[in-house]
């Protein structure tokens, strides 16, 4: 199996009936680039900034974010790379930020509304992504946008950043791509709107299962609950995907759930464009898709959305052999 995969590694991920989709790699740090090439990465699907963040005692300067983002994109050689800005909170703390305790840190202050909030921190962010925007083929996302406000909030301070650039001379690329995470339900449900106005969509399940379902993520005693074949998640996901194609934008997906081998003949089904997970599940996801048919899988997938339960949902892809 491994000398299959081996030999799929430059080959450009189509299903069985020649649909071609993007297999991504989530990454955390520049040195991760190298797994995700040689495991015939298509792109960075989601590279998490926080990690640049963590494990210092104070913020990372613009200079030393800008030569990580910049690493990331020249190794890249001209793939897509996907850089989501600062997801903190929740469950990734930072100790130099002095913030107070929360009740409900998942449902809290983290990520985006943290970044509107302190918008020196978010403005620094911008300015060293868009400078390092010149090196290879940057897509910036937004995490855990709620509302169509804080997206357009954290669009104008990024317009307002390439502006001042522009005038100090600085080069800034003219095609980044703008999209957001999906992984509140919120989001999910008015995707048509955020679709008139977004580049793209890149569904975080690991955090919209865990906000649908209501059931933390980290507590094991509601882990029963984190259920991506429930077929409430499956009907949000297709919202999703539709919306952004009505709209001509992508969808893709960076939750867990994009690398599961009983997901994505569903996903695939569902017309998911970009499925970006880790870097060791790319050839076996590849070497999956290459033998299933999507319209084959889209017949799968409208049976699934009518099913009531999970347990069913899982029995329907072990009845094709998956
Ligand atoms: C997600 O929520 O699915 C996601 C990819 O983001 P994170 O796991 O970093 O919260
Ligand atoms: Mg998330």
Known sequence: QIAEWKKLQKVATQSKDGVHVELAANIGTPNDVNGVLENGGEGV?????????????????????FNAYKTVLEKMQGKPVVVRTL???????LPYLDMPKEMNPFLGFRAIRLC???????RTQLRALLRASVYGNLRIMFPMIATLNEFRQAKALLLDEKEKLVSEGVQVSDSIQ??????IPS???LADQFAKEVDFFSIGTNDLIQYTMAADRMNERVSYLYQPYNPSILRLVKMVIDAAHKEGRWAGMCG???GDATAIPLLL?????????????????????MKLSKAEMASLSEKALQMQTAEE??????????
């Open 187 to 189: 989001t999910a449900v």
């Open 269 to 289: 089904g569902l017309g998911l464009d970009e499925f970006s997970m880790s870097a060791t599940s790319i050839l076996p996801a590849r070497s999956q898709i």
């Open 313 to 322: 949902v899982v029995e329907l892809v072990r009845s094709i052999g998956m």
């Open 178 to 183: 703008l999209g957001i995470m999906v992984e």
């Open 116 to 122: 509107l909030d302190r918008t020196d921190i978010f």
């Open 256 to 258: 867990e759930m994009a």
């Open 87 to 93: 997801d903190i909170g929740g469950d990734k703390e």
């Open 45 to 65: 699907g989601l590279y998490r900034t926080e990690f640049l963040y963590m494990g210092r005692t104070e913020l990372p300067s613009e200079d030393v974010q």
